[in-house]
């Protein structure tokens, strides 16, 4: 999905220390990018080709065996957010250019059907209430991160997600994401970008 596909790098680069440059390129020519410059492509389910990132297992962001177990938060977290991204997907739309914008729309209406209208009462309710849900996760630990005093890759996805929404939303529909819970959610993109160096 879209923040991780733009974000998780920089933030797992950035965490585990590894210098990298960023080069922002159209939607439609993030494969041919990847090809210039060596990565290999794997094969969809559907038989097409898309490139990856590589992997590095310095500072590991699935600490204690917590893959499996992260990737089920993955899952979880994005079923419960999903079905507030109508607004969120036009205010992405209409912060790209015309090329990536059309690009987005025939990738993403396949998840999201469209019209993409601003029907933000709604769109909103289900959001927060995904977040408050996201809230009482953090409340079931002992610290700071999903996994209590440890820094993973949950946390990552957390802030991935919040930027994204930082980045797209107009700043009075960002203030109001960051009031929710107490400030909870600008308060732990603010933390996760720390972590990873990026603040």
């Known amino acids: 999905m879209l923040p991780l596909v ?19 390129v159209e939607y439609s020519d993030i494969h041919i990018a990847m090809k210039s410059i060596g990565a290999k492509p794997i094969k969809r389910r559907d038989g097409s080709e898309v490139c990856t990132v590589p992997t590095y297992p310095e500072k590991p962001i699935f600490p204690n065996n917590s893959e499996p177990l992260i990737r ?3 899952s979880a977290h994005l079923s419960l957010i999903f079905p507030g991204f109508k607004s969120l997907f036009l205010r992405t739309m209409e912060a790209l250019g ?14 999201v059907p469209l019209p993409w209208d601003e029907n933000f009462d709604a769109d909103w309710k289900l959001l ?5 849900t996201a809230y009482e996760w953090y409340q079931m630990t002992d610290g700071k991160w999903i996994m209590g005093d440890t820094f993973s890759y949950a946390d990552i996805i957390i802030g991935c997600w919040l930027l994204w929404h930082k980045r797209v939303l107009k700043e ?11 400030g909870k959610w600008a308060q732990v993109l603010e933390d996760v970008e720390k972590e990873c160096k990026l603040a």
């Open 6 to 24: 733009l974000y998780d790098a920089m933030f797992i680069l950035s965490y585990k220390d590894i210098p990298f440059v960023t080069i922002w």
């Open 72 to 74: 089920a938060f993955d």
């Open 98 to 111: 015309p090329a990536s914008a059309n690009f987005f729309i025939g990738v993403r209406s396949a998840d």
């Open 128 to 132: 927060e209430k995904a977040y408050n």
């Open 172 to 182: 009075d529909e960002w203030a109001r994401i960051s009031s929710w819970n107490g």
